[in-house]
């Protein structure tokens, strides 16, 4: 017998998933909480994916897919706000919440992010729902380095995340690296986690075909740079000042182009002024692009011309970017930290680098660019490995988990 569709409410506080990855405080967690709210609503499991207003101009309600609403509920003033800010709203967004899914029940709930999961919790407790969380994120202590994850933005971050992991029915985490996270620095429960690894849309990101392989191969032919691309928030965790300081390490006459593409969150405008001006100190403000934030179409597009992905994040969950970049056949060079050792299979798909040394960075690069034998035959073992993690076979996990979720209850 098939099994009844579901009525699953999606919740994220701080950020809406229908924003564009790279702006705001968007990244990674949008896309994996999009892509698997508009499976779970084609396969016919009826979608609630509720979010903070933070516009006057947003409505109540739209729908994406048929099957999926994103609800915006008011919470706070109706603006962007610096993700701190987002903990004096834990409350009040719990409580449009709990008069939201009063009158459109679900099944269960899954909250994204630590203030998500403050806010459901309660929630879930008095409908008698379960709750599943997802961290995304998870915070490191203010004396660790910044590899062992994101500085506290909010100070009852620490303490909310370890609550979750006591009193979530479910965490769900993205990579086993996030699963250890969970267990070793959280305290979780081993029996109520389970790994669900984001897809990636093999369609969208994918190689370059005749025409657009051929324009690159002249355009290096003809003394042109090849290009080296960077994608994400631009927030320190990212470490765009790596790349940066890399590239420079380069000799001018060997250099790459760089592209930056990301926009900063609404309180990292100095950071983003840092990128600029350590460009202009290198000497690279005509063989550096900042893109801004783009649409995933054009970061796709962007992604499968250029000859070389970097991914110096200090601290990443899974490391979409790096999945994104070996479907569209181009190798990675990736910090060796968090959920990147599982994006990338170093040798094959790209290079892991521990620390932080732009020379050693820089002569990585080098290499690669310099053996194009050796970049094509990356670019082959990445798309082949991407096209291995569809969002249909993500989201299927994550079905799986809720089901099994639903049994226990």
Known sequence: MTPSPLGIAFVVL????????????????????????????????????????????????????????????????????????????????????????????????????????????????????????????????????????????????????????????????????????????????????????????????????????????????????????????????????LAIAAVAAIPADRRPMLRIVGAPPPDGDAYARSLHEATAAAGMISSTSFDGALSRSVLAERMRLASLVLVPSHSETFGLVALEAAASGVPVIARAAGGLREAVIDGETGVLLEGDDPEVWAEEIERILADRALADRMGAAARQSALHRSWIASTRSLLAAYRELLDRQ
Request: proline share 9%.
């Open 14 to 241: 701080h950020t809406s998933p229908l924003d564009e990855p790279g702006t705001k405080d968007a990244g990674g967690m949008n896309v994996v909480v999009r892509a698997h709210a508009e499976e779970l609503a084609r396969a016919g499991h009826r979608v609630q994916l509720i979010t903070r207003r933070s516009s006057p101009e947003l409505p109540d309600e739209v729908e994406p897919v048929p099957g999926l609403s994103v609800v915006h509920l008011d919470a706070g003033p109706p603006r962007l706000l610096a993700k701190g800010e987002h903990e004096a709203l834990i409350q009040p967004f719990g409580d449009a919440l709990r008069a939201r899914l009063a009158e459109h029940p679900v099944d269960l709930i899954h909250a994204e992010h630590w203030y998500s999961g403050l806010a459901a919790l309660p929630v879930a407790a008095e409908l008698g729902v379960p709750m599943v969380q997802s961290y995304h994120s998870i915070a490191a202590g203010s004396t660790t380095p910044l590899t062992e994850g994101e500085r506290p933005e909010s100070p009852g971050r620490p303490a909310g995340e370890r609550r979750l992991a006591r009193e979530a029915d479910l965490v769900v985490t993205v990579s086993a690296a996030e699963r250890a996270t969970v267990l070793e620095r959280l305290g979780g429960d081993e029996d109520r986690i389970r790994v669900v690894e984001p897809g990636v849309d093999t369609r969208v990101f994918r190689p370059c075909t005749g025409a657009e392989c051929a324009e690159r191969a002249q355009w290096i032919e003809h003394g042109g740079r090849p290009e080296v691309l960077v994608a994400g928030r631009l927030d320190p965790l990212k470490g765009f000042d």
